[in-house]
């Protein structure tokens, strides 16, 4: 059974990066699909924030693309979103998920939530 | 950017009775749309993949249907544990997602 938790800090000071690390049991990062990451703000909707190959390709979302670092570690099957120069609309529940062949995302973690203030 | 719309914003229905949910591309995406559901605290579980095909280990009672732009989500019973939001997802061009239709108790 595949499974994803996120890790890292709750609170995050503005102009600050977020950094969160996603461990994957259950399933090889190195085996294949792509690895995403997910935002929600409270009581919103779902990012979409980018992805990851095991190879190390990624691809983003264009409105955060110039903020947003997503990296691939297979050697401890896990991956990892840095989100710079944060503000308050940063606030949000992140999820790291798996994306299926069928460009869904099939497995999720728990979801961490990061605030961003002072 | 492909916007996905989700229509109505609630349905307030009763167990037992049928749910059909709307989702509304402003732009054709071919059958790549996915279907989600939310509950309160918990991460997002896959339902339907690719307009149509449930994801392993989803009821029956949960139907996709759908091709380009009109998308409909179906629930022909209602059990206690399908009270949630759902959420529609395309992946035709990048990856977004509708704002969601909230399925609550009558």
């Known amino acids: 059974q595949v499974q994803l938790q996120e890790s890292g800090p709750g609170l995050v000071k503005p102009s600050e990066t977020l950094s969160l690390t996603c461990a994957v049991s259950g399933y090889s990062i190195s085996s294949g699909y792509y690895w995403g990451w997910i935002r929600q703000p409270p009581g919103k909707g779902l990012e979409w924030i980018g992805s990851i190959y095991h190879s190390g390709s990624t691809y983003y979302n264009p409105s955060l693309k110039s903020r947003v670092t997503i990296s691939v570690d297979t050697s401890k099957n896990q991956f990892s979103l840095k989100l710079s120069s944060v503000t308050a609309a940063d606030t949000a529940v992140y999820y790291c998920?798996?994306?299926?062949?069928?460009?869904?995302?099939?497995?999720w973690g728990q979801g961490t939530l990061v605030t961003v203030s002072s | 950017e492909i916007v996905l719309t989700q229509s109505p914003a609630t349905l307030s229905l009763s167990p037992g009775e049928r749910a059909t949910l709307s989702c509304r591309a402003s732009q054709s995406v071919s059958s790549y749309l996915a279907w989600y559901q939310q509950k309160p605290g918990q991460a997002p579980r896959l339902l339907i993949y690719?307009?149509?095909n449930r994801a392993t280990g989803i009821p029956a009672r949960f139907s996709g249907s759908g091709s380009g732009t009109d998308f409909t989500l179906t629930i022909s019973s209602l059990e206690p544990e399908d009270f949630a939001v759902y959420y529609c997802q395309q992946r035709s061009n990048s990856f977004t997602f509708g704002p969601g239709t909230k399925v609550d108790i009558k």
């Open positions: 998920a798996r994306l299926s062949s069928s460009g869904c995302f099939d497995y």
């Open positions: 690719d307009a149509s």
